[in-house]
């Protein structure tokens, strides 16, 4: 079951925004949606990632500004996947990079396209 490959597993149509975006607004995306983390694209290509969790803390705290965009608060280095790893290499990327909290879902990237995304309840349901 854990030599299975990500491909196998991931959601392939992923909701994404872009870095122009105001953050009210892809956190209403987020919400709309029910997901915990919104991929950002810029011409097809992943240059980061926000979550919910992130996003909503900061809006409770009034920490952004009127107009602040996506790209002002969005994750650079993003941590990946591709859909050729197995579902044991994905968890264990999960659990070493979740140093600074909890990391569910990653993006699978073939080069730097984003081609689906895998989450922790992904593959939960996989094993069970």
Not at 49 to 56: F, L, N
Request: net charge negative.
């Amino acid at each position: 079951m854990l030599n299975k490959k990500v491909k196998d597993i991931m959601t392939c149509d992923v909701i994404t925004t872009t870095s122009d975006v105001d953050v009210v607004n892809a956190f209403e995306k987020l919400m709309e949606h029910k997901i915990s983390s919104l991929p950002v694209l810029e011409d097809d290509k992943l240059i980061g990632i926000i979550t919910a969790t992130d996003v909503g803390h900061n809006l409770i705290l009034d920490k952004y500004e009127l107009g602040t965009s996506v790209k002002e608060i969005m994750i650079e280095s993003v941590v990946t996947v591709s859909p050729e790893d197995t579902i044991e290499t994905a968890i264990k990327v999960m659990k070493e990079s979740a140093s600074s909290g909890i990391l569910n879902q990653l993006p699978v990237v073939d080069g730097d396209k984003l081609v689906g995304i895998i989450s922790d309840g992904d593959i939960i349901q996989e094993i069970f």
